[in-house]
T-cell receptor
Framework: TQLLEQSPQFLSIQEGENLTVYCNSS?????LQWYRQEPGEGPVLLVT?????EVKKLKRLTFQFGDARKDSSLHITAAQPGDTGLYLC?????????FGAGTTVTVRA | DSGVTQTPKHLITATGQRVTLRCSPR?????VYWYQQSLDQGLQFLIQ???????AKGNILERFSAQQFPDLHSELNLSSLELGDSALYFC???????????????FGPGTRLLVL
């Protein structure tokens, strides 16, 4: 059983569309991170959110940490083929990172 | 390129065998983390070493062990291998420990292990 549940599991959209990926848990986390992983490579950190209610923007990507620090979302505006990859959320507690199962995003040109 | 190196890139072995995976962290990083990624379990934290000492333990089987050497490189030893141990094994490094706010972990390219 995953500590962090991500939805949807798969997402396929056309270039230029928007998408949102969700990460939910019954546990409270000190911080939450989002990673992107491309085939044959390790995950790469996109952002860390720490404060409940925090919103961070990274170009076309917007990350939100829930008020209760149990959930998070990642929104991509005007998706591009280069956004294709596996998006992983990870919660930090007790000196450990717990990862969600990931959302596979495919952006079609 | 994250600066974390892992060898070998691919490993094919038989059930019952023992293998060693190697990881060199980024220059200056004191922590090394090991993760297992499989299709059914996702990315699972195995173990963390900080400056040579075990710092945190996750879902690591008793058949698996790790260590971090004085030069800070780390090795993950997998023994009595089973078919279900086939997975991608990632090493990550960070400057300090995970801590409360979450350290940035830099992941290596992984070792793909296939147990036949």
């Amino acid at each position: 059983t995953q500590l962090l549940e991500q939805s949807p599991q798969f997402l396929s959209i056309q270039e230029g569309e928007n998408l949102t990926v969700y990460c939910n848990s019954s546990s409270v986390f000190s911080s939450l991170q989002w990673y992107r992983q491309e085939p044959g490579e390790g995950p790469v950190l996109l952002v860390t959110v720490v404060t409940g209610g925090e919103v961070k923007k990274l170009k076309r990507l917007t990350f939100q940490f829930g008020d209760a620090r149990k959930d998070s979302s990642l929104h991509i505006t005007a998706a591009q083929p280069g956004d294709t990859g596996l998006y992983l959320c990870a919660g930090s507690n007790d000196y450990k990172l717990s990862f969600g199962a990931g959302t596979t995003v495919t952006v079609r040109a | 390129d994250s600066g974390v190196t892992q060898t070998p890139k691919h490993l094919i072995t038989a059930t019952g065998q023992r293998v060693t995976l190697r990881c060199s962290p980024r220059s200056g990083d004191l922590s090394v983390y090991w993760y297992q990624q499989s299709l059914d379990q996702g990315l699972q934290f195995l173990i963390q070493y900080y400056n040579g000492e075990e710092r945190a333990k996750g879902n690591i089987l008793e058949r698996f062990s790790a260590q971090q050497f004085p030069d800070l490189h780390s090795e993950l030893n997998l023994s009595s291998l089973e078919l279900g141990d086939s997975a991608l094994y990632f090493c990550a490094s960070s400057v300090g420990t995970q801590g409360r706010l979450g350290e940035t972990q830099y992941f290596g390219p992984g070792t793909r292990l296939l147990v036949l």
